[in-house]
């Protein structure tokens, strides 16, 4: 499974997903904890872990509608250039997809040359429809899985406790230890502090956590 998961999912694409579905753990915990207050751990691990598989698959789903999406963009371009009269409405039409990403990073004439890069490279492509690929299929299973993997430590109280209020605490400490250690190695990996990052990350919880807490959950 871990293979799966690296063979289709580069490292930052894993962590986004991962810390992702810990903070929506946090939070479908206690929108069940509102929503059963008086059940049992048994029914709130039947909600909890039903609402985490709920959001693997829709967040599978999206990757898939997200990488169609991309594709889309590129045929897009494709379709721009072929389909241009001069060299710069073909740069129009690249700029118009490509402008809000790299204009923020880079200087006009560093763009400009982006721009025209692109358009020697479009004008080598053979326009095709975008559609879904397997790739795309494989990398939503793998976000789903991943998901799912990583949100089980969070409901695992609900089987080893028997008090619903200790299992909820419980669960929100293993999510938020897990949240910070997923900051930690993402700074490591951005070149930041991850000491910095791991805190910045786990506050975002822990803000989560306390709101809950205040509104009875």
């Not at 371009?77 to 409405?89: C, E, K, R, W, Y």
């Not at 786990?202 to 809950?212: D, F, Q, S």
Request: proline residues 3%; aromatic residues 8%.
């Amino acid at each position: 499974m871990v293979s799966f998961i690296r063979r289709n999912l580069d490292a930052s694409t894993r962590l986004g997903e991962v810390l992702f579905g810990l903070i929506m753990a946090l939070g479908i915990t206690g929108a069940v904890r509102f929503g059963l207050a008086d059940a049992h751990n048994r029914e709130l691990f039947i909600a909890v872990l039903g609402c985490n598989i709920a959001w693997s698959i829709v967040d599978g789903v999206m990757f898939v509608l997200l990488s169609l999406f991309e594709r889309g963009r590129r045929a897009r371009i494709v379709n721009v250039v072929l389909n241009a009269d001069t060299d710069q409405a073909a740069i129009e039409g690249i700029q118009k997809e490509l402008g809000n990403r790299i204009e923020p990073l880079m200087t006009p004439s560093e763009c400009d040359q982006v721009y025209r890069w692109v358009l020697d490279q479009a004008r080598r492509t053979k326009f095709e429809q975008s559609r879904i690929r397997r790739e795309d299929i494989l990398g939503g299973i793998a976000v789903g899985t991943l998901i799912l993997v990583a949100t089980l430590p969070a409901v695992l109280p609900f089987l080893l406790f028997s008090n619903p209020n200790i299992s909820v605490r419980i669960s929100n400490t293993i999510t938020l230890i897990m949240m910070f250690a997923i900051g930690w190695w993402w700074g490591r990996t951005a070149g930041t502090s991850p000491y910095h990052t791991g805190a910045a990350v786990a506050g975002v919880g822990l803000v989560l956590v306390l709101i809950t807490i205040a509104l009875g959950g």
